[in-house]
């Protein structure tokens, strides 16, 4: 009989600790699902996120541009490209006049010493940029005398001065409009936002939010344009003054060059 206890016994443990193991597998079965269930939703739920956040900043701005109106969003975007157009050609041509001061002052100071006069206007004919420009115009007068040269000398370098800067004033010109015009669209659409006010005879912010962002967004997007183009102007007007400064020291050099090569 004890034996027949010991192997119901037994029997029992081995029932009950077989549910507790199949409980123990049951929820850990449970969670797992769960988790895939999850993932699974977070997977499906990351397209739709990752479609938000690529709308990006480009799109936003081209919502916020259409909602400002084509009448004066219209006209500030155009002040931009004009403006971005002359800053462009401006900045390639200054690029392109830029020389090696230094190195063209020893080539006419060795040609004159070497060659002559004509050997150093050749150097200037195959260098680029006003300063070669201004050297040449100063050698071509050399034979009349030092006085002659310098007043070509002087007399070209306004010249030079002048393609310079030249379509320069366009850019302050769009500088100034694009912020203006913004100005005037803020204007314009409080003004609607009151006209609707006095017809409906009462304020409500639904009435007037539309009229009001127009008016905000054409500000906005004025200044934006007018601080674009404001660090193109400053840029290119530091570089005018570099060059400038290279052409009148070189033309005092160059006359030094012509008074030393008369002796």
């Keep these: 009989m004890k034996r027949l206890f010991s192997i119901l016994a037994m029997a029992g443990l081995f029932v009950l600790s077989t549910n507790t193991v199949s409980a123990k597998a049951n929820a850990m079965a ?7 269930a999850s993932a699974a939703m977070m997977i499906q739920e990351t397209p739709a996120e990752e479609m938000v956040e690529e709308k990006g900043f480009q799109q936003v701005l081209k ?3 259409i909602q400002g109106g084509a009448g004066f969003m219209g006209i ?3 002040c931009l490209i004009l ?4 800053a462009i050609e401006r900045i390639i041509y ?8 230094d190195k063209l002052k020893q080539q006419v100071e060795d040609a004159l010493a070497s060659g002559g006069v004509e050997a150093a206007k050749e150097v200037c004919r195959n260098t680029r940029g006003p300063v070669a420009s201004i050297y040449y115009q100063g050698l071509d007068r050399a034979g009349e005398g030092v006085e002659s040269a310098e007043k070509a000398v002087v007399a070209y370098g306004g010249v030079q001065m002048g ?4 379509n320069v004033s366009w850019l302050s010109l769009f500088i100034a409009i694009a912020p203006m015009l913004g100005f005037m669209g803020t204007v314009i659409g409080m003004i609607q936002a009151f006209q609707k006010i006095s017809a409906v005879g009462n304020l409500s912010a639904s009435l007037i939010a539309g009229d009001i962002q127009v008016a905000l967004l054409t500000t906005v997007f004025g200044l934006i344009t007018a601080i674009i183009l404001q660090i193109f102007y400053n840029y290119i007007i530091a570089k005018i003054d570099g060059i400038v400064n290279d052409m009148e020291d070189s033309s005092i050099t160059l006359i030094d060059m012509l008074v030393d090569h008369k002796k």
């Design 163 to 166: 393609q310079l800067e030249k």
């Design 83 to 86: 403006g971005l157009a002359v």
């Design 76 to 78: 500030v975007l155009l």
């Design 63 to 65: 919502e916020q541009f």
């Design 30 to 36: 449970t969670n797992l699902s769960a988790t895939v």
């Design 94 to 101: 200054l690029n392109m006049a830029s020389t090696n001061t």
